[in-house]
């Protein structure tokens, strides 16, 4: 059992950053593979990035590529979203979520644990 807590939302202005938070409770943190995911209002639930469990491998959708870095530090049980260049299509409700195995994939049905979310909001 994994429970996840994001944190780091906010207000931001178009071309502004944010970091994004997520801290998981249980020992096996280290096993699971990370994803980010966001869910904007009226769209369906879209992935954005993952990280392998030991972070050495990240995958990004387009529209993260070479703006949003995902991190994580399985000493401190939390992965982490930086998130630069923001747009204001970037704003929505942002949730981590955790998946067992080895596989980096961004299909949500995959993701056993989800977290509550955080609100992103993108000014123009």
């Known amino acids: 059992q994994v429970q996840l807590v994001e944190s780091g939302g906010g207000l931001v202005q178009a071309g502004g950053s944010l970091r994004l938070s997520c801290a998981a409770s249980g020992r096996t943190f280290s096993s699971y593979v990370m994803g980010w995911f966001r869910q904007a209002p009226g769209k369906e639930r879209e992935c954005v990035g993952v990280i392998s469990s030991s972070g050495r491998s990240t995958y990004y959708v387009d529209s993260a590529q070479g703006r949003f870095t995902i991190s994580r530090d399985n000493a401190k049980n939390t992965v982490y979203l930086q998130m630069n260049s923001l747009k204001p299509e970037d704003t929505a409700v942002y949730y981590c979520?955790?998946?067992?195995?080895?596989?980096?994939?961004?299909?949500?049905?995959?993701?056993?644990?989800w977290g509550q979310g955080t609100q992103v909001t993108v000014s123009s």
């Open positions: 979520a955790a998946k067992p195995g080895n596989w980096v994939g961004c299909s949500i049905s995959e993701y056993d644990y």
